[in-house]
């Protein structure tokens, strides 16, 4: 059936060569959810000469006029060709997409399963997406003149806002330093208006930023010099420069993969290439991109999600024109083009943030490997804890693997010891044991890290006469109790209200502690700590006492500080960072890995309790790791107490292999979710029913779990189901796929739920 379909159409393009009257037709991409792309004409008053792929044009779509990209300029069409539209303006005079990029994106649609024009217009900068010129854009800066120097700020007046401006740039901080748009923005509100005034009134004035990146410093400084295992790796990388081949760096912490890195990026400068950098969204952070820039000589972009559109604009264009030498990004940097790109490294290529949760669900370390493909050059994935789907690829000699095993300088391995807290009365989540050995530390000078993943004062609050709890009317799910807030606040849906005074069903009054928090979260650890050990001073750090920007970096800073004694924190601790006097590490719990939902969670529980443990004792003293658990005879945690990550690894392949789960199956999850709690499961039945229509043995190749209702079922109000498709062939699925997606979405009642389709799905949530 499909071969006649196919000469069908050959046949209709050869009649449309023969009698077209030589309109020029291109076929655009438009940010629509559609699968297809559109042919255009272009009409006569447009030069279509200088049409190329990839550039951006203005068309009509419907009642709207949309910016699309141009994918092919085919004379063909299979249209009739009075039902095309012209296209409006041609944006770009050079491809604002180069070609390679454009061969990524359409692999990507065509593997994720996702329409084209979002692909396309998910890779470029918001203001290209607005159909802005590809020009970078010098903002004028604003900076006091000698006489707004001077002057009082009173004088103003009840000009409130323009004394606010004032005072701002007098602050000695900001004296006589020129302000970007961006840094305005961050310290003050609207304020563009009251600039204007205090302009007029010769008090600002205006100036052209000297250069919009900084660049580096003329001499760098040299790196640490490498020992045998850094020196063997990056000897092996760099003979690879120039062809295609994955590396698996695994290095244990401390290990120094940095300067592995930094090592091998000098080679491909000096070569005269460029360099693309992922990291982690948390990985990021300013003193990271200054070690780079301090050993690299080199000018550096950056592009992360806290950036306004101009800054990413600016970044991304720098790299295109090779202005710019080495990227360092989060996920979505992976869709820059590059003028002359020789290397990709990942690092922490394990973490679930390069995983898009949401929209185009790609991972960036699957789209990068593509990418590295594609252009013949190498790529290294770094972690100290490689996900299994990595270390499988190495198994399967796809992936090279190059092992660290040794710790910077004299730093030995940590000690680790799993604490039985079966039979022990905890306050407030510590052990007495624990809280001993905290003490200890303590007075011989050191820091301690405190590691518990559960923010705010205590998962639930309950009535203690009726059994009432703290449920979000929106998810399956409890509201956190956050004490210093005074608020109870739901960690899915973002839903809050105060802390009731009376139980809400059977109204006692909560005056004598009737109504209570049940569990523990850092806030109320880090009150029992203060209580324990007045004189010492703790820091925690978790999302909620990092909110405001700049805030983590700071803290962060502070947690180096001699003067803290205790820090105690989330995950956010747990990454990447250095912290030279930390000699114990606890971790409050090891418990909610070991037994959930997701067949992922134990590993996931790995790789952080070995990389908190990684924080301990990375210089001159021997550092102790003590993890409280109620399964102390667990073979997984036995496996984290001798650092083994591979025997770790081992038992967890045996676990997946033997329920046929990734790495030695693929998955492709259908999510569906709608306030009408029928609906989704309505949806995705009849959509397992259209698979009948089918031919039979390609859906046999897969096997179809569910509908089922997703592990937590209702969330922000909204009931979720799914589907899981699962298959030993990565071929047999994306077929399945191709001929089944069309039908599901020419059902009949799919407008009321939004169903999404994740390849690879990274949480079953
Ligand atoms: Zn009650
Ligand atoms: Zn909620």
Known sequence: MQDSLFSSEHQQDNNLKGNQTNPFIIQVAV??????????????????????????????FGRQQLIGVVLSTHQETNFALHKLKNIVEVIDHTPCIPDDIIELLTWMSRYYQHPIGEVYSHALPALLRQGKPTELVVENAWQLTVQGLRVETESLGRAVKQRLILDYLKSAMAQRIPHT??????????????????????????????????????????????NSEQQHAADTIRASLGKHQTFVLEGITGSGKTEVYMQVILEVIQRGQQVLVLVPE?????????????????TIAVLHSSMNDTERLNNWLAIKSADASV???????????????????????????LKQQDGLRYSARDVAIMRARNAEIPIILGSATPSLETLYNVEQNRFTKLELNKRAGDAILPDIHLL??????????????????????????????????????????????????????????????????????????????????????????????????????????????????????????DRDSTRKKGELESKLEQAKDAKTDILLGTQMLAKGHHFPRVTLVGILSADQGLYSADFRASER??????????????????????????HPEDPLLEDLQHHSYPDFCKDLFTERE?????????????????????APMELLQAARQTTNNIEASI??????????????????????YQMLCQSTNRNSLQKLLHYWLPLIESLPNRKKVKWSVDVDPQEMY
């Open 31 to 60: 940010p629509k959810p559609l699968r297809q792309i559109f042919d255009y004409i272009v009409p006569a008053p447009i030069n279509n000469s200088t049409i190329q792929m990839g550039m951006r044009v203005l068309v009509p």
């Open 181 to 226: 748009p961006s840094q305005l923005n961050q310290a003050l509100d609207n304020w563009r208006d009251s600039m204007k005034r205090l302009e007029e009134k010769g008090l600002v004035e205006q100036v052209q930023p000297s250069s919009i990146f900084t660049s580096a410093p003329a001499i760098a400084e040299p790196l640490h010099p490498l």
């Open 282 to 298: 948390i990985g990021l952070t300013p003193q990271l991109v200054e070690r780079f820039k301090r050993h690299l000589n080199a």
């Open 327 to 353: 990227l360092i990004g989060t996920r979505s940097a992976i869709f820059t083009p590059f003028k002359n790109l020789g290397l990709v490294l990942i690092d922490e290529e394990h973490d679930l943030s």
């Open 420 to 541: 039985d807290v079966r039979s022990q009365k905890l306050e407030n989540g510590l052990s007495a044991q624990l809280t001993q050995r905290i003490r200890e530390h303590l007075e011989r000078g050191n820091q301690v890290l405190l590691f518990l993943n559960r923010r705010g004062f205590a998962p639930v609050l309950m009535c203690y006469e009726c059994g009432w709890l703290s449920h979000c009317s929106r998810c399956d799910a409890f509201f956190t109790l956050h004490q210093k807030a005074q608020r109870l606040r739901c960690h899915h849906c973002g839903n809050e209200q105060p802390i009731p005074t009376q139980c809400p069903d059977c109204k006692t009054n909560g005056l004598h502690n009737e109504l209570s928090p049940v569990g523990m979260g850092t806030e109320r650890v880090e009150e029992s700590l203060a209580e324990l050990f007045p004189d010492k001073t703790i820091l925690r750090i």
């Open 605 to 630: 529980m790995g790789q952080l309790i070995l990389q908190v443990a990684g924080r301990a004792g990375r210089e001159k003293q021997r550092g102790e790791v003590i993890i409280q658990t109620c």
């Open 658 to 678: 033997q329920a046929a789960l990734p790495p030695f199956s693929y998955h492709v999850l259908i999510r569906a979710e709608a306030i009408d709690e029928m």
């Open 699 to 720: 859906v046999e190749a897969v096997e179809i779990y569910g509908p089922f209702p997703a592990p937590m079922t209702r969330r922000a109000g909204r009931y979720r």
